[in-house]
């Protein structure tokens, strides 16, 4: 049996990563920091009692290699053997090249540099002190070899074992110091990522692990026997990483629980409101988007959620997020100010900021993982109108019904009357036009107004008015029942409304202005929204370098409603990059296929997938592979 299989075979894989953990810890603060240098690895990988050789190391430390992570570091630690007795044996006969049977202090130094743990000049006088009987300042290994030899050897791993030993010590005072940090905070809700999958794809990659090691769920415990509780959570726990295998996959688990912690004196902030749409036009997304002037500085708080139709979209709600941006570039360029991430188990989601005075734009979004282009059409068509008694054309009961849930959602400030204003946004949507003082005029001459808006009867008369003048010719009024998202059946499957909320708390004149109904606009600087989303999640996102592209990188961004992949390539080369995502669990996306490929340009970044649950009631998983094509 290799020293490999049999160091494997006799320790708990909880007691290992927790090995891994007490050394990794030993030169960093969290194990989220990354190692940085070929230099920084030896040692790192010295404290666990590991001493690579130099081509060793190039196998792990190549020139495409800019950093590794933990994860990293415990592969290559469950790779590369610990070196025992007969390494340090061979590595003292070696270096011994003359062949005089002694070995200087000099010569034992650089034997502990290279096999061992690294130690000072005068910390190997002190050992060389403690064997040497005759106080040459030598190690004869000739006369007494073996008696030498085990002495010596015993006093290496000796020393070894107790740097192992304080080493956990830190370890402890460390996890036990920010544990009462918690406490203090209270901060004691737990994380939200999954850990029964998590849990179980780790047993998978190591089949010896003992099922004592699973604790509560979300703790790895110590050795079976021991009462001692474990001092590594699951987030301890190493992700497959892209450098060990091609085939392992990059893999994220996230919680079914969301909680929206909304400011407890919100009753006494000023609340401004708005409704608005999403609407899918070829495969485009538009919709309703905002100026936000903000004339003093304030906290805010914004929520959105969609609302659902009398005859539409199924009962999982659309994600329905808000970007906040600024009019203009702050110093370092950045346009993002904010945007929501958390939400309630009932699809809203929430973003509390602090702004200072100005002017800013707030644009909805949607991920599109529920809300897509329809793949066909009925060929049946529902009737909108018909003829009464006297021959005349009036609008049929199904379709009234529709109309007044159209004014309900063109009703954008819910006062009940649709202003110039917000009939000029509903005639954009559906004819591409606005509204003319002659056509307004039209307006008013054929319908009764209430303080110069229309009324939801008002709006219903105007369409009837429309069937009639065209002799119940339907053609106009399906265009405005396809604008607004509806299909030959009546039912919104194109369009989603939501309702967007804003208060402030140190400003009561704030205004929330609807300025358009349309796709993004491009914004200063040549940005695109997708640029600034993509950058806001590979902020917020965790990185892992994708194997064989130096300069290419997937970052994997979780909130309380999805999961974003995005692609950044800062290569001078375009790259064709393969993902598959089919191993992925109760997971939909916002595309037809969970395995495509796509093309990078140089220096871009590029949205590859959005994920979120197929079942809101039940945890799911992302695992991603890519490759590079």
């Not at 050897?153 to 996890?175: A, G, I, P």
Request: glycine share 6%; proline share 3%; net charge negative.
């Amino acid at each position: 049996m290799s020293r490999r299989s049999s160091r494997s075979s006799t320790m708990d894989q909880g007691e290992f990563i927790l090995e891994c953990k007490a050394a990794y810890l030993s030169m960093f603060d969290s194990i989220k920091e990354k190692i940085e240098s070929q230099d920084s690895l030896l040692e790192a990988l010295q404290q666990t009692g590991r001493n690579p050789s130099v081509k060793v190391l190039k196998k792990y430390w190549t020139n495409d290699t800019d950093e590794l992570s933990f994860d990293d570091f415990v592969d290559i630690c469950r790779k590369e053997p610990v070196t025992t007795s007969d390494d340090l044996m061979k590595a003292f006969r070696k270096i011994d090249i003359n062949g005089d049977g002694y070995i200087s202090l000099e010569e034992l130094h650089k034997i502990l540099t290279s096999k061992g743990e690294k130690k000072s000049k005068s910390e190997v006088k002190t050992m060389i002190d403690e064997v040497d009987e005759n106080r040459d300042g030598r190690l004869d290994y000739k006369e007494e070899p073996v008696l030498r030899y085990s002495e010596f050897c015993k006093m290496v791993m000796s020393t070894t074992e107790e740097s192992k030993k304080m080493q956990r010590k830190m370890m402890e005072r460390k996890e036990k110091k920010k544990k009462q940090e918690i406490e203090r905070r209270g901060d004691v809700s737990g994380s939200q990522v999954s850990v029964r999958s998590t849990a179980s794809s780790v047993k998978n990659q190591e089949k010896s692990a003992s099922q004592a090691n699973i604790e509560s769920g979300n703790r790895i415990g110590t050795p079976s026997g021991s009462r001692k509780s474990s001092l590594l959570s699951i987030d301890d726990l190493p992700r497959p990483s892209p450098r060990v295998k091609k085939d392992k996959s990059r893999q994220s688990s996230v919680s079914r629980s969301h909680k929206l912690d909304e400011p407890k004196n919100l009753r006494e902030w000023t609340h401004t409101k708005s409704k608005g749409s999403f609407f899918m036009e070829d495969g485009s997304l538009i919709c309703h988007q905002y100026d936000f002037n903000l004339p003093d500085d304030s906290k805010i708080w914004i929520t959105m959620q969609p609302q659902k139709a009398s005859r539409g979209m199924d009962s999982n709600p659309v994600d329905t997020s808000v970007f906040i941006l600024r009019d203009r570039p702050d110093e370092d360029g950045n346009l993002l100010v904010a945007f929501t991430e958390h939400r309630d188990g009932r699809g809203k989601y929430g973003v509390s900021c602090d702004l200072s005075a100005g002017k800013y734009y707030i644009m909805p979004y949607t991920t599109g993982c529920r809300f897509k282009s329809r793949k066909s059409e009925s060929e049946k068509e529902a009737k909108l109108v018909s003829q009464d008694k006297g021959g005349k054309y009036v609008i049929t009961k199904a379709f009234r019904k529709v109309l007044e849930d159209i004014f309900d959602y063109s009703d954008l400030d819910g006062n009940g009357f649709m202003s110039r204003k917000e009939f000029n946004l509903f005639n954009i949507r559906t004819s591409g036009e606005e509204v003319a003082d002659e056509e307004w005029q039209v307006v008013e001459d054929r319908i009764d107004l209430e303080d110069g808006e229309i009324t939801k009867a008002g709006f219903l008369q105007l369409n009837e008015l429309e069937a009639e003048d065209s002799e119940g010719d339907t053609e106009d009024l399906w265009t405005t029942l396809v604008s607004m998202g509806y299909n030959k059946q009546l039912i919104m499957d194109q369009a989603c409304p939501f309702q967007l909320d804003v208060y402030t708390e140190d400003c009561d004149d704030a205004e929330l202005d609807v300025v358009r109904v349309d796709s993004y606009p491009t914004y200063p600087g040549d940005l695109s929204f997708d640029d600034i989303i993509s950058k806001s999640f590979i902020k917020h996102g965790e990185i892992s370098r994708v194997k064989g592209m130096k300069d290419l990188c997937m970052y994997t961004y979780k909130n309380d409603g999805w999961a974003s992949l995005v692609l950044d390539n800062k290569s001078h080369t375009r790259v064709r990059v393969e993902l598959d995502c089919s191993r992925s669990e109760n997971v939909i996306s916002n595309h037809d296929s969970l395995q495509r490929t796509l093309r990078v340009d140089p220096g871009s970044t590029l949205i590859a997938y959005h994920l979120m649950p197929e079942d809101e009631d039940r945890d799911w998983q992302v695992k991603c592979t890519e490759t590079i094509r």
